[in-house]
């Protein structure tokens, strides 16, 4: 039975997901390698001081229960715990996070079974005015600039299909066999984020991710060992034909504004062309699928060339760390095996993702999103409470999993090309469909550790 999606209304830092922060500098293969190593071998130490601010919720919310304890400087504090209660359907959660989860009408995270449509919100005119592009290399860790990566010819399907390994590791820039390689990463489970073929940072983590899992030397280089464990147990095609339907034709949003008071007026923050749709279903850059099919009107009744991604991961996660050092989150079976593991956006050194160990409390599909500018940022000349409407191009993305730690969570984001090249306020940002075949396979209870 697949259940209808709910709607959760947060009032977390809008920074966790639409304002970003440079990182000043993205790690090496090496070092991305050497960190994960230490993630998988349970080495690595944890910081139990970062603290990160935490909002109030939303004005909407019912007042029936406790008021949430606040610390007025916008920081945690060292408050005392506040009470326990239970949630719909007998969760355990904290005052805010109930009061978010039946506002919302949440179900245990048991119940969250809808089927993923695989969204989300490529960089693209949302929420926070990010546009898409045909070349830019969203994956570079490089800090050359752009133009000297930019391929005169991006590979076509036939090159990408025909790509085999010929030694050392992936070429600069963009090229079919960094497609083929992204492609075979995902589909054993270790996101690169967006396909683009691009080389850079997110790929090389992922790699290193699988070398560790297969008990290799963890490089985060390609090499013959991996390129042969990857191909192993996949011979199909890594392309495939798909037929615009009426459905991805409809439900679009017009441009977003980037003005929060207008995007509230809007009934949803949905994707806002068939391209961008598409894209995040078949978990490619919009440009990139753009130049896989030259000529396209993108109208229903076209077929078009996708990637196949290959099916969504059914084995359920036992535990969860966040590696803040590598910007990866894994997850584990009760095996302690590695299953998954994703590029995400963590907290900055200023306003830090939690520290230690919390739980999943509950999942919310679809949720909207409260600005409040007494604990958020300023964004623009807004200074009242607004509440933005679901949709994947909204600051949350498609899905939110709450957390035992008050306003934070792990959720989607309406920019996946912007990971590993930003900082959040605090929460754990990932790409929409890797958010989405997470929330089917957590439940209440699912320890997610912070690793630093």
């Known amino acids: 039975m697949t259940p209808t999606p709910i709607r959760l209304s947060l009032s977390i830092l809008a920074l966790a997901a639409s304002g970003a922060v440079a990182q000043q500098g993205t790690p090496s293969g090496a070092d991305i390698a050497a960190e994960t190593r230490k993630v998988l071998e349970g080495t690595a130490g944890q910081d139990t001081q970062g603290q990160a601010a935490q909002p109030t919720p939303s004005e909407s919310q019912p007042q029936q229960q406790p008021p949430a304890q606040q610390d007025t400087q916008g920081g945690t504090g060292a408050e005392a715990p506040p009470a326990t209660v239970t949630a719909p359907g007998g969760t355990a959660a904290q005052p805010e996070t109930l009061r978010m989860l039946q506002q919302g009408g949440a179900q245990p995270v048991e119940a969250q079974q809808a089927t993923p449509d695989n969204s989300g919100a490529s960089a693209s005119s949302g929420a926070s005015g990010a546009s898409g592009s045909a070349t830019a290399p969203s994956d570079a860790s490089s800090t050359e600039p752009m133009q000297a990566q930019t391929p005169k010819v991006p590979p076509t399907p036939e090159e990408i299909e025909a790509a085999s390994y010929q030694g050392g590791p992936l070429p600069d820039g963009q090229s079919a066999i960094t497609v083929k390689t992204q492609i075979l990463l995902d589909r054993a489970g270790i996101s690169p984020g967006i396909i683009d073929g691009w080389k850079g940072g997110m790929s090389e983590s992922a790699i290193a991710a699988f070398e560790t899992r297969e008990g290799f030397t963890a490089d985060g280089q390609l090499d013959s060992q991996v390129w042969d464990a990857l191909t192993a147990t996949q011979p199909a095609p890594m392309l495939q034909s798909y037929t615009i339907t009426e459905e991805d034709v409809t439900g679009l949003s017009d441009p977003l504004p980037e003005d929060y008071a207008k995007l509230a007026e809007l009934d949803q923050l949905g994707y806002t062309s068939v391209a961008e749709k598409l894209a995040e279903r ?68 200023q306003t830090p993702s939690p520290s230690g160990t919390v739980e999943v409390v509950a999942v919310a599909m679809d949720p909207t999103y409260t600005y409040n500018p007494d604990v958020n940022f300023q964004q623009g000349d807004n200074d009242e409470v607004l509440i933005l409407p679901p949709g994947p191009n909204g600051p949350v993305g498609s899905v939110w999993i709450d957390l035992s730690k008050p306003t934070y969570g792990l959720h989607g984001t309406s920019e996946p090309d912007s990971l590993f090249q930003a900082a959040s306020h605090g929460c754990v940002r990932m790409t929409n469909w890797d958010a989405e075949e997470l929330a089917l396979l957590v439940s209440e209870g699912v320890v997610v550790e912070f690793i630093e």
């Open 282 to 349: 078949f978990h490619m850059d919009q440009g990139f699928l753009e130049n896989l099919n030259p000529g396209t009107g993108w109208r229903q009744g076209e077929t078009i060339t996708v990637v196949d991604p290959g099916p969504a991961l059914e084995t359920k996660v036992a535990r969860i760390e966040v590696r803040k050092g590598t910007s990866r989150l894994a997850g584990f079976d009760e095996s302690g095996r590695m299953i998954l593991n994703y590029p995400v956006t963590v907290g900055s050194a």
